[in-house]
């Protein structure tokens, strides 16, 4: 994909989602590889509603920043992310309501998501749940790296989830996939709902390949 085509495309699906109300105000962030081996970023301190494609922050593939205005805050959490996941070709970062929500009643740790849908295990595998850090605190991108590539989806507990995939689209479906879910294990929270069990989980993790164990 041409550079100017991945801008267009990054301001597009930012715009998308905060349209739906997945991100509000100033908040959130998302970026992208370039086909040379750099990044485009969304700025700091800019509305998902009203990205311009041209002052996308650019950093070359030595990770230095070239062009563009400042890029958001959350580097070190996206940098560590395309540094432990060789698959990674884009990273989204909101603050959705819901699963912000879910965040505030669960204890840091391994499957923030309960497997109450095929399609959460499928785009999103198993969620870890970090514990609370302050914005912008590079300790956000040493706990990604803690997990050693083996996550593409992190909750950060009073913050937003984040999401990388292989492209912005993927990305952003599966982060969409997130807060779907963490809406769906609050609407039936307490009631016993009938999730997916541990045979149909390792049917659909054997099924299409994903990561669930590691």
């Not at 992310?81 to 879910?102: E, K, M, N, P």
């Amino acid at each position: 994909m041409s550079e100017s085509r991945l801008r267009d495309q990054i301001c597009e699906m930012a715009r998308s989602l905060y349209g739906r109300g997945l991100t509000h105000g100033s908040t959130g962030n998302i970026s992208a590889r370039t086909d040379d081996g750099g990044l485009l970023v969304s700025p700091t301190g800019t509305s998902f509603g009203r990205l311009d494609p041209a002052r996308l922050a650019r950093f070359d593939a030595a990770g230095k920043h070239v062009s563009g205005d400042k890029p958001t805050k959350e580097m070190p959490l996206h940098s560590a992310f395309y540094d432990t996941r060789g698959t990674a070709g884009a990273v989204v970062h909101l603050h959705s309501c819901h699963s912000v929500a879910l965040s505030l009643l669960e204890e840091p740790g391994e499957d923030f998501l309960p497997p109450l849908t095929p399609y959460s295990v499928m785009q999103l595998g198993r969620v870890t749940l970090l514990p609370y850090f302050m914005p912008g605190d590079a300790a956000m991108g040493d706990a990604v790296r803690g997990l050693a590539g083996k996550r593409s989806a992190v909750m950060l507990a009073n913050h937003g989830p984040v999401v990388a995939g292989k492209d912005v689209e993927a990305a952003c479906n599966a982060i969409e996939e997130l807060e779907a879910t963490a809406q769906l294990a609050l609407m039936t929270r307490g009631m016993g709902p009938r999730g997916l069990t541990g045979g149909q989980v390792t049917q659909l993790v054997k099924t299409f390949d994903l990561e669930w164990d590691a």
